[in-house]
């Protein structure tokens, strides 16, 4: 997704303080090159994901999946909010963990964060009357040393993946406030509503919005897996979407029932998705920017 107003990209970029860490596993594929990016094979669904229960690996509870903050400019999913602690809701705690800080069981429908339970009470806090709307050096430093991993805005080295401009801090979005956000194209035709949110779940990207279109109260509705690189956001309105396409392209475009979702890993589908809406998926965007 990409930014319409530039004025949001001014801040000043942040600075990381450099820390000798071993890299997991996590933080390899998190960090790969250009040359090592393959493509993924295997998809969560972000409305799946904030139902997930979260333990340790002694299996002791941790709390379950609030949200999920995306950094939009990146295509990933940039912190997992946990919430814990409580009773149906209320008194409960919400921390954050980067996305290579967590393991999948997806057959259990469970997140494995490694971390002891009597170290929740130290982990980076989120304020849920406040959202956040961006990961600054602070917070970022935070969540680095607590977890210690390296997460993708930093380089394997430790140091923030910064070029010669300036860069701002890292832009968040909700992942329950994407979902649901009303689409339009540059004629401000209503083109539908984003369902979902299609994630490589070993790495974090976000690949495709999933947008409904057409249908009468649902009836005959028709879902389409859109590249998350040709949607702009509208800074002005969190819960719009801009599509560059035409209302009457989007009607042609390749697109699955509601209940039949597409093998996302299919080579062949992959290429006829980006092709037609002239998007290039991110390994091939990486391997373009590295020659």
Not at 9 to 26: D, E, H, R, W
Not at 54 to 82: C, S, W
Not at 129 to 149: C, G, K, N, V
Not at 198 to 222: H, M, N, P, T
């Given at each position: 997704m990409r930014i319409r107003s530039l004025?949001?990209?001014?801040?000043?970029?942040?600075?990381?303080?450099?820390?000798?860490?071993?890299?997991?596993?996590?933080d390899e594929r998190t960090n790969a090159t250009p040359s090592q990016m393959a493509r993924p094979k295997v998809f969560c669904k972000a409305s799946e994901l904030i139902k997930y229960d979260v333990e340790n690996e002694q299996g002791e509870d941790l709390g379950d999946v609030k949200d999920l903050l995306v950094d939009p400019v990146e295509e990933r999913i940039a912190l997992v909010v946990i919430s814990y602690g409580g009773v149906l809701g209320m008194g409960d705690k919400l921390y954050a963990a980067p996305w290579n800080a967590i393991s999948f069981?997806?057959?259990?429908?469970?997140?494995?964060?490694?971390?002891?339970?009597?170290?929740?009470?130290k982990a980076p806090v989120v304020n849920g009357d406040l959202w956040p709307e961006s990961l600054d050096d602070r917070w970022a430093?935070?969540?680095?040393?607590?977890?210690?991993?390296?997460?993708?805005?930093?380089?394997?080295?430790?140091?923030?993946?910064?070029?010669?401009?300036?860069?701002?801090?890292?832009?968040?979005?909700?992942?329950?406030?994407?979902?649901?956000?009303?689409?339009?194209?540059?004629?401000?035709?209503?083109?539908g509503e984003v369902e979902d949110l299609a994630i490589a779940?070993?790495?974090?990207?976000?690949?495709?919005?999933?947008?409904?279109?057409?249908?009468?109260?649902?009836?005959?509705?028709?879902?389409?897996?859109?590249?998350?690189?040709?949607?702009?956001?509208?800074?002005?309105?969190?819960?719009?979407?801009?599509?560059?396409?035409?209302?009457?392209?989007?009607?042609?475009?390749?697109?699955?029932?509601?209940?039949?979702?597409?093998?996302?890993?299919?080579d062949r589908w992959v290429t006829e998705v980006h092709t037609y809406y002239n998007q290039k998926p991110f390994w091939d965007r990486a391997k373009t920017r590295s020659q």
């Amino acid at each position: 997704m990409r930014i319409r107003s530039l004025s949001l990209l001014m801040m000043p970029f942040f600075a990381l303080v450099a820390q000798a860490q071993t890299n997991s596993p996590a933080d390899e594929r998190t960090n790969a090159t250009p040359s090592q990016m393959a493509r993924p094979k295997v998809f969560c669904k972000a409305s799946e994901l904030i139902k997930y229960d979260v333990e340790n690996e002694q299996g002791e509870d941790l709390g379950d999946v609030k949200d999920l903050l995306v950094d939009p400019v990146e295509e990933r999913i940039a912190l997992v909010v946990i919430s814990y602690g409580g009773v149906l809701g209320m008194g409960d705690k919400l921390y954050a963990a980067p996305w290579n800080a967590i393991s999948f069981r997806p057959n259990d429908k469970k997140i494995i964060l490694k971390i002891d339970k009597e170290r929740i009470k130290k982990a980076p806090v989120v304020n849920g009357d406040l959202w956040p709307e961006s990961l600054d050096d602070r917070w970022a430093s935070e969540m680095t040393t607590f977890y210690a991993i390296t997460p993708y805005w930093k380089d394997k080295a430790g140091d923030a993946t910064v070029s010669a401009a300036p860069k701002p801090d890292i832009m968040l979005r909700r992942a329950s406030v994407i979902l649901d956000a009303k689409v339009e194209n540059d004629a401000n035709e209503n083109l539908g509503e984003v369902e979902d949110l299609a994630i490589a779940s070993e790495e974090g990207r976000v690949l495709y919005a999933v947008l409904s279109f057409g249908g009468i109260l649902g009836l005959g509705e028709k879902y389409f897996a859109i590249p998350t690189a040709a949607f702009d956001l509208k800074p002005t309105d969190l819960r719009k979407l801009v599509l560059h396409v035409d209302k009457e392209k989007l009607k042609k475009a390749p697109g699955f029932d509601k209940d039949a979702w597409p093998n996302m890993a299919d080579d062949r589908w992959v290429t006829e998705v980006h092709t037609y809406y002239n998007q290039k998926p991110f390994w091939d965007r990486a391997k373009t920017r590295s020659q």
